[in-house]
């Protein structure tokens, strides 16, 4: 009885792809080694991108810092002119809460980038090893 998985697949595929799934620390093996193929110009670049995000990283969280000092200062300005207490608490209250969204935004966007990026150097490692063909540039790797 054949697995219908693998007839599923065209036969060139099924031959090489079965048998590189049946000996699964073989496979890994063979995905360690792809990675440990990489050379220093591929670090190099995976440092690079690294700077780029953290300085990326740090000028977004200084935006919204400066924006949250302009609006601080603004509220601080209305309070002396003499307007409601209330209003201005309530006013500094929503500010804040507004200032920590954008801060927990931004820090969901990161994650969800170094993911993506993590996702798509374990899915070349993976087709490195396996001898697989890559999908066509975009459709599977998350871009847009």
């Not at 792809?17 to 620390?25: G, K, Q, Y």
């Not at 000028?59 to 601080?72: H, P």
């Not at 002119?81 to 929503?94: A, N, R, V």
Request: charged share 25%; aromatic share 4%.
């Amino acid at each position: 009885m054949e697995d219908s998985s693998i007839s599923a697949l065209p036969h060139s595929q099924s031959c090489s792809e079965a048998a590189s799934f049946t000996n699964p620390p073989a496979t890994i093996n063979s995905i360690d080694d792809a990675g440990g193929c990489q050379t220093k110009d591929a670090h190099a670049a995976r440092r690079d991108q690294h700077n780029r995000d953290e300085r990326a990283s740090a000028k977004g969280v200084s935006d919204i810092l400066f924006a949250l000092v302009e609006t601080m200062w603004a509220l601080l300005c209305t309070y002396r002119q003499g307007d409601e207490e209330k209003l201005s608490q309530s006013t500094l209250g929503i500010v804040l809460d507004g200032a920590l969204r954008q801060l927990e935004l931004q820090s969901s966007q990161e994650t969800c980038e170094t993911l993506r990026r993590e996702n798509q150097h374990l899915r070349e490692l993976l087709w490195a090893a396996t001898g697989c063909v890559q999908p066509p540039s975009g459709r599977d790797t998350g871009q847009h």
